[in-house]
């Protein structure tokens, strides 16, 4: 499809070349541009030859040499070049099926679009994928990929995500491996649906496709109190979660002694629910699925200790009582952390905040909302109350209720500030020091 430039580096190749603002790209070397992989694949070359329209109608084709990985400098009007894919399944624990009404529209969006994940590492359930894009993936060298497994049983696939295709997970896999396409896998744990024997033999499956099997993740499924007339599942009680995390380190023992990766990585939350301490650093290894929220907390205790010893002795720029507001898993986590590394002219409260809007058992402080936040904090002694950025949506001050930032600190009376989750940035926002 046609891709119209908006952009043009100044000094590029591409300006070099006489390619403008408003110029369209029609093909590279012949073949349509679909989309922004296309772009990336078909330019990654040292000779090109480029078909455009101008801003007047008329074609021209150009002719370039570069260096093979040079960037021509242009920006296309869509990042992604065409509509994202959206997903066809309805799974047992999909979480937007369990969202609140009313909320904005971008909060309902379920894409499932392996462009967004080979680019920005989202998950995608492959069921909606056509031969022919499936081709585009292993001729276009998309990789790596991340894959929402859950189940190598093809049957219970098909069930677990109510599509008729989800069975074809093996054959996609296999495919994928043959033709050197790297993935990693995440595997959402219902209980008693996909664990136990089930989790045993969807990891020997995926394990046997090492090397390109890269990682797998291990997940708990997440439950809001919006789960009228679907699919009756539950929490994971301490006793399951300890099973979990079990079968897990006996898979890694066996992996690490094969392959030399431990490979199977169970999440953050598993080791909450648990009530077991977070593995060491050498435990997560390069960290493959940290967007997952898997080895969070190591890191963050890694650094914060770090930052600590470098900024010894601690001392806050004034004296000050600190609020830290967290959901409730993290809790213990975090104020065990502080109790370890007291601060000279601090007084710091770990507040879990406990989800109303979407339940209590929904317990990550990424989905703790603003008017929780507020209600449960009214009335606190405090000078700041520090939360984690991702209580507000990326690049916005809004939480997922749509309360702002700014309505939030009225409401409360305190100001909020949000933290990255760097340990660094903690201890900084802790002592007192303005943000850079």
Known sequence: MPQRIVEVSPGSIGEHSGIRKGDTLLRIDGVPVLDLVDYQYLTARSNLNLRLVHA?????????????????????????????????????????????????????????????????GNFVTLTNLPEAELQRIIDRKASPIYISVHTTDGALRCRMLNHRHADRIMEHLRRFSENGINFHCQIVLCPGINDGAQLDRTLNDL??????????????????????????LRPYTREEARRVILQAEAFQKTMLQRVGTRFVFPSDEFYQIAGLPI??????????????????????????????????????????????????SVAPFMAGLF????????????????NIFFGETVTVSGLVTGQDLVGQLKGSDADEVLITENMLRKGDDVFLDN??????????????????????????ALLGKEPI
């Not at 499924?221 to 009756?232: A, I, K």
């Not at 967007?291 to 914060?304: K, M, P, S």
């Not at 109790?339 to 406990?354: C, F, K, S």
């Not at 309360?403 to 900084?428: N, S, W």
């Open 56 to 120: 007047d109608g008329t074609e021209q084709e150009i002719c370039i040499r570069k260096p093979v990985e040079a960037s021509l400098g242009l920006v296309l009007e869509s990042s992604l070049m065409s509509a994202p894919k959206t997903c066809a399944n309805h799974c047992i624990f999909c979480f937007i099926e369990q969202m609140p009404p009313n909320m904005r529209d971008s909060l309902y969006v379920r894409d499932d679009d392996w462009r967004l994940s080979l680019m920005a």
């Open 207 to 232: 394990a046997s496709f090492s090397p390109h099997a890269l990682s797998a993740a291990l997940v708990p499924v997440g439950l809001t109190r919006y789960r009228q007339n679907l699919f009756p």
């Open 279 to 328: 593995p060491p650093d050498e435990a997560y290894e390069d960290y493959p699925q940290y967007e997952n929220g898997v080895g969070l907390l190591r890191r963050l205790q890694d650094e914060f200790e770090s930052a600590c010893r470098l900024e010894a002795p601690l001392r806050a720029v004034r004296p000050r009582k600190i609020i830290v507001a967290t959901g409730t």
């Open 339 to 354: 109790a370890a590394h007291p601060i000279e002219g601090l007084t710091v409260t770990v507040r879990p905040i406990r």
């Open 403 to 428: 309360l702002t930032l700014a309505q939030a600190t009225q409401q409360l009376g305190i100001p909020i500030r949000p933290v990255p989750d760097d340990g660094g940035d903690l201890l900084d």
